[in-house]
C-alpha cells in the first residue's frame, strides 16, 4: 500500500501527521502538487510537482494509484476516480468516500456548484479544526492498522 496526497490544497498540520505516519509504518508516502513542496528527509516521502494546469496533480493520481492504495484528497470527482480503481479516498477532516457514499456526496457537490453558478452564495466549507485534524489522525491510524492485519 502507498498513501497518495492531493497536495496542493492539503493543510499543513494533516502534511505532518501524514510524514509520521509514514516514517513511523515505513509507508510510502506521495505528494503531487503543481508546486514545489518542502518535504523531511526520509526515504518513506516524496514529492512530485506536476505542470500547472487545470487538474492535471489529479490526473497524475489517478494514472499511478493502484487498488489498496490511500489518498489524501477533499477532491470529491478525484475520490470517485480513486475509488472506482479500488483505492481508497480519505479527506483531510478524516471522512472517508467510499463506493456506497461517493455517489450521494458527488450529487451534493454538482447541486451546490450549480446553486453558486447561478449566483446563490452557499457560504464556504467551515474553518478546519483541531477536532478535524483529531479525526483525520485517528481514521489514518485504523486504516493502516486494518490494513497492516489483513496483508500479514
Known sequence: ?????????????????????????????????????????????RSIQVPQGF??????????????DLVITADIPLAAFVIEKHAFALNPRGEFYSAENIRQVLDMRNFMDALRGSGVETGGPPAFSATDRQNFANQLDRFIARQRTTTV
Open 55 to 68: 487538474d492535471v496533480a489529479d490526473k497524475h493520481i489517478v494514472e499511478q494509484v493502484v487498488a489498496g
Open 1 to 45: 500500500m502507498q498513501i497518495w496526497v492531493d497536495a496542493d490544497a492539503c493543510p499543513g498540520v494533516i502534511k505532518e501527521i501524514l510524514y509520521r505516519a509514514a516514517t513511523r509504518h515505513a509507508l510510502m508516502l506521495t505528494l503531487v502538487a503543481n508546486q514545489w513542496l518542502r518535504v523531511p528527509p526520509s526515504p518513506w516521502i
